[in-house]
């Protein structure tokens, strides 16, 4: 079993998203984790737009990277770039290191609206980087 790891910078918005695609998207092929450098909850806003989508991330917590310290990474996604620029150095002998960088939908102001469109546009590209990562790196 492969052990994949979703980074952000507070565990508690995109890296939350990804850590709910990869696992509604794979099946039995990996177990995945989410943390963060720093813990910040899990954002409402993310819930809500997973829930639309049919995936319940409600039950996630935000964890610290320190956390899973011990295990033994095969992938390790970084999934903002504050989060790849600070991350503390994880060991790992075989990690796969990858990065995408995707909008924070929480730093958005604006009306309900607005910030409704930018959590969703958040969510799809991260649904649509997962959809691809398992289907490229876990199936084959």
């Not at 409402?44 to 011990?70: C, L, R």
Request: hydrophobic share 30%; proline share 3%; with cysteine.
């Amino acid at each position: 079993m492969k052990n994949v790891l979703v980074l952000c910078t507070g565990n508690s918005c995109r890296s939350q998203m990804a850590h709910g695609y990869l696992n509604h998207f794979q099946n039995n092929l990996a177990n995945i984790y989410s943390a963060g450098i720093e813990t910040h909850g899990l954002n409402p806003g993310a819930v809500a737009i997973m829930k639309e989508d049919g995936v319940d991330i409600s039950q996630h917590t935000s964890n610290h990277v320190d956390e899973y310290e011990g295990i033994e990474w095969d992938y390790i996604i970084t999934v903002c770039d504050h989060a790849k620029e600070h991350c503390p150095y994880i060991p790992s002998k075989k990690a796969r290191r990858l990065h995408q960088n995707f909008s924070d939908p929480s730093k958005v102001h604006g009306s309900e609206k607005e910030i409704h469109e930018a959590f969703e546009a958040t969510r799809d590209a991260i649904k649509e980087y997962c959809h691809d990562f398992v289907k490229e790196e876990l199936m084959d």
